[in-house]
């Protein structure tokens, strides 16, 4: 017999587990879909099969769910499964949760001593032929692009030596190699990071370690067409804490901020630190060299965003007093000190996307999601608790913002982009808006550059979908013929 979910925030309304694996054919669809729209968006979802073993836990812990949205001459059809990982297949097998709180193996049912924990629930990615399932705490899944089984972990055949693979890689348009790095890549809290990087194959080219200025939670990292830059926030972890049964990660805001800067097709032994005061950021926007000046864009904010990550702090603040903004920080390799030059580029926000083409180098749009007060209260969706209620679109370079709002008993999940085959056209973003009041999911297309002006296209969802965390787009010819 199963066990009911906590009531908590995590599991409870919009966040209720839902655990749906599905083949949907042919989904309601209202207006117009462009026909060049051809291929598949695969988004992660965090989906616990069980209740959590100690009563409660973080959104983040959830079993990889993947859904796959296939767009085929105006149709869109609609699977979703789970990854099978290790830990999935022993709690199936128990028929209950065996894996204690979030990163803390010790916390664990001594049956699962030593089974990997990884949920793989954060970002699907495509390259060099396979479909990853990502989460930056353990190795990556590969699965089959179209059906979703689950083929295994995938460690580069066996060149990867770093015990983890951050859910945030970034591919260089024009070579198509891919860039990523692995936190605590030595294992358990330790400060050794690996960067790597990867042919457009997915053969490992490279990985080469270097170590932290301390253990971080290293969600995201940023490359440019000249340098691998390595932000360092403090939400830190102790091996200690861990050990003792307590949470892996808590916010120090005594800690300072270091960002390190390399050439990217140099050695970590060239890494440049730079430095200032606490501060929290989960995901960047872009980055791009100006000869010796590297300017990296992404919401910086005053406090770590997760609620369980500061109550583990001790840290007791009212959503209200979390202060954010988009900025540019720009780092001067040619002058001297640690100095980082900051400007304010919009609003707070999170979950930024940009085009493919447009990643490494100067660029004029963003697109990223705010929670705007006006356009309603806040609702609970996700992992940090409000969802976000509006999505922008940013010129970066002027301020200009043109934005499209739910209405206020709907949030929105993270959008992907999708290029256009028209030249001079920005492209489409789609996204999934979550209806409070009915409890059913739509998918919204809209054209990038005219997003004020609504969706071209609605797709109707017979149920809820839990929210994501991330997703990708790939067009159709690069996937195998199904
Ligand atoms: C994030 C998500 C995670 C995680 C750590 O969005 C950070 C941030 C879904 O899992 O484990
Ligand atoms: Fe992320």
Redesign the pocket.
Known sequence: MTDRFPASMDFAGYNAPSRIECDIYDLVLEGTLPDEIEGSWYRSV?DPQYPPFLGDDTF?SGDGMVSRFRFEHGHVDLRQRYVQTARFTAERAARRSLFGRYRNPYTDDPSVRGVDRGAN??TPIWHGGRLLAL???SRAVELDPHTLETRGPWDYQGQLRSQTMTAHTRADFDTGELYFFGYEAGGLATRDVAYCVADRNGRLLREEWFEAPYVSMM?DFAVTKEHAIFPVFPTTASLERIKAGGPHWIYEPSKDIYVGIMPRNGSVRDLRWFRRPAGSA?HFLNAYSEGQRVHLDFGLANMNPFPFIREASNIHMSPADIKSQLVRWTFDLAGPGENIEEQVLGPPGDLPRIANRDHMRDYQIGYYQRFDPAVGPPLVAG?VGAGFNTITRLQVKTGQMKNLAMDARSTVQEHVHVASRIAGHEGYLMFVVDRHDTALSEVFVVEAEHLDRGPLARIQLPFRLRCG?HGNWVPAEELPAE
């Open positions: 965090p983040l629930n954060t989460k930056e705490d969600h989960y992992p965390v």
